[in-house]
């Protein structure tokens, strides 16, 4: 039996950052993991550049079932926060757009500065083997991991949710919420591609094609480009979207979103002889399906008012998905433990005490950006200053 302070399980971004904090707190930490090497996500992410913070991560970024929820941590632990310790390791950055923070260089400078935080602070970093039995007995936490028991008065779950199962994600954040007791908000995929049925076979042969858009759901709109593929839709626009779409809805797209109201009929006095396909100012391939989808050729042989009610179809263009391409394409996950089992201060489950939720394991999940290692962090910060 060894004696901690504190488990974490899960050696992802906020597992680590917890276990920092905490052991530069003096406290003694372990971090248990079943994958061979910390923070895979965060190498993968960011097309290998770490998309490691946004400097606009305020609440009103993130889906939870309490908007309120995330206020106070991200509050506690800003992005300017993160960027400090970034630049206290001396790692090179750049804004790429809306905020967005990369490294210059690569994402593993992002999984040595957790590292070395967690050097700093004495924390044990175990991985390669699997979660054994966790019991709570006498308030104390026992978890065996690789050939040992490790007890301690705090566990910190840190697991993540079950995006991109290859990299070693599983829902076992929730199974552990459960067996405690705790409610689970229904995980479902989050900025993850939508799939079109067969009827709209046209679209996807369009396969490869991007274009800037605004899509909605509902009333939640982003202005970003969009991606045709093999399989339906995808690009930065429908990733934010996706995280709203809910099964049976359509996603509407307005392929000319900065265009003054009229443009098409302006366009005919102006080039009659041009193809509506011609002025649609879109990459030649879509254009064309969107002209043919119109029925529209020459716009001076359209009359004002059809050419009125093709540019208020190209404003709302309805694709109606048949689904998503599940977890396996996902880049996080919508749902998780309720956060009204959590005390939005410290993590800790008001129901158990000891025991403590972060990262995306908590129904908390932001816009895509940077938003959800933003949320790794703060949660981290404020579990690894409570344990
Ligand atoms: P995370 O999933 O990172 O860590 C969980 C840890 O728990 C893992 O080490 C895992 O091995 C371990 N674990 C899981 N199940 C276990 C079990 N049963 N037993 C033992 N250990 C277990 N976000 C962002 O802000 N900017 C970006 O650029 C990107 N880019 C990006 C790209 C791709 C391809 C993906 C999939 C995701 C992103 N994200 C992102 C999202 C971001 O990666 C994600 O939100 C954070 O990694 C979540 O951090 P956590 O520490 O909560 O979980």
């Known amino acids: 039996m060894e004696d ?6 899960g050696a992802g971004g906020a597992g680590l950052m917890a276990a920092a904090v905490a052991g530069q707190r003096g406290r003694r930490v372990v971090v248990l993991d079943h994958a061979d ?6 190498l993968i992410s960011g097309g290998g550049r770490c998309n490691f913070t946004n400097l606009h991560a305020t609440a ?4 939870s079932a309490n908007p309120h929820f995330a206020k106070s941590a991200l509050g506690r632990y800003t992005a300017q926060d993160f960027l400090a310790l970034v630049e206290r390791h001396g790692i090179t950055w750049h804004e790429k757009t809306l905020g967005q923070l990369f490294c210059d260089g690569s994402a593993r400078q992002i999984v040595e500065l957790l590292l070395g935080e967690c050097e700093a ?29 490790h007890r301690a008065p705090a566990l910190v779950v840190a697991t993540g949710g079950p995006s991109i199962p290859k990299l070693g994600a599983t829902g076992v954040a ?4 459960r067996r405690f007791g705790l409610k689970v908000v229904e995980p479902r995929p ?26 909605r759901v509902g009333k939640t709109r982003f202005a970003e480009s969009a991606l045709f593929t093999h399989r339906g839709l995808s690009g930065p626009a429908i990733l934010q979207v996706s ?3 809910r099964r049976g809805e359509d996603v509407a797209i307005d392929f000319r979103p900065n265009a003054a109201p009229g443009w098409l009929v302006e366009a005919k006095r102006a080039r009659p002889r041009a193809t509506l396909a ?12 969107l002209a043919e989808r119109l029925g529209l050729g020459e716009l001076g042989a359209a009359s004002d008012r059809a050419l009125a009610e093709a540019e208020r179809r190209l404003a709302d263009w309805r694709f109606h998905p048949d689904g998503s391409e599940g977890f396996a394409k996902a880049e996080v996950t919508v749902g998780g433990i309720s956060t009204v089992e959590l005390s939005s201060k410290t993590m800790e489950a008001r129901k158990v005490p000891g025991l403590y939720a972060i990262g995306e394991a908590v129904d908390v999940t932001g816009w895509l950006g940077g938003y959800n290692f933003q949320w790794a962090w703060a949660s981290g910060y404020a579990a690894g200053q409570a344990v």
């Not at 009103?60 to 889906?63: M, Q, S």
């Not at 929730?174 to 919420?177: G, H, K, P, T």
């Open 121 to 149: 602070g004495g924390v044990a970093v175990r991985l390669g083997a699997s979660l054994g039995a966790i019991e709570h007995a006498d308030a104390r936490f026992t978890v065996a991991h690789g050939g040992r028991t």
């Open 37 to 42: 090497a910390p923070g895979k996500k965060i």
């Open 60 to 63: 009103d970024r993130y889906l």
């Open 4 to 9: 901690y302070d504190a488990i974490v399980l």
């Open 190 to 215: 989050a900025l993850v591609p939508l799939t079109l049925p067969g009827s709209e076979a046209l679209f996807r042969a369009l396969s490869g094609v991007a274009t800037a858009v605004e899509a």
């Open 243 to 245: 995280s709203y779409w």
């Open 278 to 289: 011609g002025a649609l100012g879109l990459p030649a391939r879509l254009a064309e399906v």
């Open 174 to 177: 929730y199974d552990i919420a």
